[in-house]
């Protein structure tokens, strides 16, 4: 890793916040104050349940030039999806690790239920919201399209790249994985194939999920089995079969756990995530953390941690106040501010039980010893992360939208693009990372594993949602969906004829496969796009 120099650090820093700072006063300013707009304001507006009329700032605003207006929403667009997987990151995923120890479940139970929850609770929330409040399944099938295919066929290209010689994957997992994701590809297909899609063709998604988490599990105990029996020894085969024991790494990362949670005051204390721009050594990151700055600063103060110490414990003091404000916002907008309780405001009497509480948490704990309750408060950072998702998926969505009203882009795109591209991402940042430490086997796995979770958490709980509200959605694939879903039958169809042709070793070659189909993809879909409004 090339180390960043002094003036280095300080360009980025001074670039952070001259793209920050106006995009904050100009975008959620004026959308707030409406100033200079010109009235009367009547433009078409975007479905979703935003906090902001992006699109009237877009078509009214006159203090700036269009251009302009459009690079600042850009700029939105991106800090929203840069602030949607760094949530998962460092205030989700976390979390969910530590309940995973203290509910003492093994690491693949935790791999494809909490974590995968977690990995994957950007697409469902940006999935809920396109369906649920803007009415735009076009958006959400090319999202989930459009990240299958960056996935397989980019992501999956660059891990084959990033492997030193032949790309070796473990057989069982390769097949269980790979076919599970082709016929829950098959599957989506399946239910939009009539135009509708009732509640029963939706809860089937958790039942798929169901049933894969079963075939996990069973193949799990089957490779333990066999890796026991190799070795001969009765004796551990009986202690890994009849005992409910944690893994050994999920044991020492507990045990690392517990000693840092009782670690002696004069220790150094641990950074809070994200808020230290010296710990980032790349400058893209220094410029995603000072751009996320002041959003950190408001997660660390609603989300409580998954560490304890002398600072965790009073941020997790304050964060059930806190994080009052965020879920009114996230689930009620402007009009949650506007209900009362007798003489009182909602939010006020909301925010004195949180002061009450706070109360509790600071009394009740000592500051290096993780308290007994711990695991409640965990589950209060679930709630108030899931805010924090739903909010910025609103947000995300109305500027898609805005976007596609401005410009005449349809919804598919955006989804096969933008939005794909900013949740699939980190797929990329991980995936090529573990493939270069000579992990390609948890790397592979990874690259179907990811969105075959993701595509059945995601519609399952939009679509569920709807159908259970509204009854049957009316779902129509776009031509850009159906090109999308074609280039994806075809790398999955590919991947598993190169993988079981050559042994589980794909040879280096078949990466320039993968980038070929992709290269394809886009640009077949922009192409369609074009015929699309000529």
Request: aromatic letters at 10%.
């Amino acid at each position: 890793m090339v180390s960043v120099g002094k003036r280095e650090r300080v360009a980025v820093s001074f670039l952070g916040v001259l793209l920050l700072v106006p995009t904050v006063i100009f975008v959620l300013g004026f959308t707030s104050t409406r100033w200079t707009y010109v009235e009367p304001c009547d433009v078409p507006g975007s479905d979703a349940e935003a906090l902001f009329d992006y699109m009237s700032f877009f078509s009214c605003a006159e203090v700036l030039p269009q251009a302009l207006k459009a690079v600042l929403l850009l700029v939105w667009l991106i800090l929203l999806i840069s602030l949607l997987a760094s949530t998962a990151d460092f205030f989700f995923v976390p979390q969910l690790e530590q309940l995973a120890l203290d509910l003492r479940l093994t690491e693949d139970v935790a791999g494809v239920t909490l974590l995968a929850l977690g990995n994957g609770m950007p697409d469902v929330m940006t999935a809920t919201s396109s369906v649920n409040k803007a009415g735009d399944f076009s958006l959400t099938m090319g999202e989930f399209f459009g990240a299958a295919n960056f996935i397989v066929s980019l992501v999956l290209a660059c891990v084959i790249l990033c492997s030193s010689g032949s790309t070796i994957v473990e057989p069982v997992a390769f097949i269980r994985d790979s076919v599970s994701f082709a016929l829950v590809f098959c599957y989506m297909i399946f239910v939009t194939w009539d135009r509708s899609i009732t509640q029963g063709e939706s809860i089937m998604f958790f039942i798929i999920y169901g049933l894969y988490v079963a075939v996990v599990m069973v193949s799990t105990h089957w490779r333990l089995r066999r890796s026991l029996q190799a070795r001969s020894d009765v004796r551990e085969l009986e202690v890994a079969l009849e005992t409910t024991e944690l893994s050994p790494s999920l044991e020492n990362c507990f045990n690392l756990m517990e000693s840092d949670s009782e670690a002696a005051p004069g220790e150094e204390e641990d950074r809070l995530e994200g808020l230290d721009t010296r710990a980032v050594e790349s400058l893209f990151g220094q410029l995603q953390c000072i751009m996320e700055l002041p959003f950190t600063v408001l997660r660390h103060l609603t989300i409580p941690a998954a560490k304890w110490n002398r600072n965790r414990r009073l941020l997790a003091a304050v964060c059930p106040a806190c994080a009052i404000p965020v879920g009114l916002l996230a689930f009620g907008g402007w009009d949650a501010f506007h209900v009362t309780w007798g003489p009182l405001p909602e939010w006020l009497c909301l925010m004195l039980i949180g002061a009450s509480l706070a109360v509790i948490v600071f009394l009740g704990s000592a500051p290096d010893i993780r308290p007994c309750w711990h695991t409640l408060l965990l589950l209060v950072s679930m709630a108030s992360t899931m805010s924090w998702f739903n909010l910025l998926a609103n947000e995300c969505v109305a500027v898609l939208e805005t976007f596609g009203i401005k410009f005449g882009i349809s919804s598919s795109i955006l989804g096969i693009t933008v939005l794909a591209w900013g949740n699939s991402v980190g797929d990329l940042v991980a995936d090529t990372a573990l493939a270069r430490q000579g992990k390609s086997k948890m790397a592979v796995a990874g690259c179907f594993g990811s969105p075959l979770l993701s595509d059945l958490l995601g519609l399952g709980v939009a679509l569920t949602s709807y159908t259970t509200t509204n009854g049957s959605l009316k779902a129509h694939l776009s031509t850009q969906n159906k090109i999308a879903a074609g280039f994806l039958a075809l790398s999955l169809a590919s991947s598993i004829f190169t993988f079981v042709n050559f042994r589980f070793a794909c040879p280096r070659w078949y990466a320039y496969v993968l980038l070929a189909q992709y290269s394809a993809f886009m640009v077949g879909s922009v192409l369609a796009e074009g015929l699309h409004h000529s």
